[in-house]
């Protein structure tokens, strides 16, 4: 990893933690994660709880003498207002504290139908209203096995580069291949390195500098045992975790992995 490009690892909460219990989580995570500097650490629960987190954060924060930690909604839509029932628009996130969505998440794909085109709308509608998306790209085991790994990732990160472009590195891009969610399985670190330096190289043959700006997360069953050998790699970032986030402790731990990190001079590329 590039020394500019400082660590950010993001915790999915998915359908968990909608209520009081979302409060309680978001509040000991601030407190443990007071301990550790330098790294950007974002938090997404559900809808229901969003404005009720970045209130905690912030309220934490200041108690604790320390940057807020960032919430992130886990959707978006593309329009910012109309008859589109059960949506929420990017203004919407705004005033409920977001400053980060995540769009394209495999399940959003693969549950809901959501193309490549939906997802680089709700990209460009997110970055309009200064949301920085977390754009979700990653393969099927059936096309990793068909050898198409590379052709379905860097397809998928095309549709949103004129995004990633507009963004000059505010847009962040997530590697999750989709048979290593919630499975158990984990890339190795060297598969993982292959796609994430594809997507970068392919970012440099559109715009160098932002390629060396865009910080690439890796996402799939990420835990605090492989935190370390993963982020270690070049072109890995950060982290998009999901049930580990779930777990004051575990999340602790991923995010201390990403901080040690930054003292190894391995990470100048």
């Known amino acids: 990893m590039n020394a500019a490009r400082i660590p950010l690892v993001a915790g999915n909460w998915k359908m968990h933690h909608g209520g009081a219990s979302a409060i309680e989580l978001a509040a000991e995570l601030t407190r443990r994660a007071a301990r550790i500097d330098g790294v950007e650490i974002v938090l997404a ?40 029932t059960g949506e929420i628009s990017p203004p919407m996130l705004l005033e409920a504290g977001c400053t980060w969505v995540i769009v394209g998440h495999s399940e959003r794909r693969q549950l809901f139908g959501e193309t490549d085109a939906m997802v680089a709308q709700k990209a460009k509608a997110a970055l309009a209203h200064r949301l920085h ?33 507009a963004g000059k590195g505010a847009v962040v891009v997530a590697y999750e291949p989709v048979w290593a969610i919630g499975t158990g399985k984990t890339a190795t670190p060297a598969d993982a390195q292959e796609i994430h330096g594809a997507i970068r190289k392919a970012l440099a043959e559109r715009d160098p500098v932002l390629a060396g700006k865009t910080r690439i997360l890796y996402g799939g069953s990420v835990k605090p045992d492989n935190t370390a050998e993963l982020l270690g790699q070049p072109d890995i970032d950060g982290a998009l975790v999901g049930g580990a986030s779930l777990d004051a402790a575990s999340f602790e731990a991923i995010l201390r992995a990403a901080r040690q990190l930054l003292d190894r001079p391995a990470r100048t590329e």
């Open 45 to 84: 629960p559900p809808f229901t709880a969003l404005a009720a987190v970045a209130m905690t954060c912030a309220e934490m924060a200041e108690m604790e003498h320390t940057t807020p930690l960032r919430v992130a909604a886990q959707n978006v839509h593309a329009e910012d207002k109309g008859a589109f």
């Open 133 to 165: 998306p977390i754009v979700c790209i990653g393969e099927t085991l059936a096309e990793r096995e068909a050898g198409r790994a590379l052709e379905v990732v860097l397809g998928q990160l095309a549709a949103v580069t004129d995004v990633l472009v």
